[in-house]
């Protein structure tokens, strides 16, 4: 997938990216990581169908993950 590189953003990117643009991405990829934040920063491998336990493997600290689900928890008076 693709985002905008942080260094190429201008003032009207974050509200680009609130209405899906500046973003290439797949669905499956889009879950992917809002899986992370779902897992606490644990990658889970998606499947479509599975009788054994996945198994997991962090790759982001727990820390960064209380980050972006705090960012994406955000409101402001006047914001929907």
């Not at 499947?47 to 790759?59: D, E, G, M, N, V």
């Amino acid at each position: 997938g693709y985002i905008t590189s942080l260094k190429n953003w201008t003032l009207a990117t974050p509200i680009s990216l609130s209405f899906g643009y500046e973003i290439r991405v797949t669905l499956l990829q889009l879950a992917c990581g809002f899986s992370l934040l779902a897992c606490d920063g644990s990658l889970v491998q998606p499947r479509l169908y599975c009788k054994q336990l996945i198994q997991q493997k962090k790759i982001y600290s727990t820390e960064t993950i209380n980050a972006m689900r705090e960012i994406i928890n955000l409101t402001h008076p006047g914001n929907t």
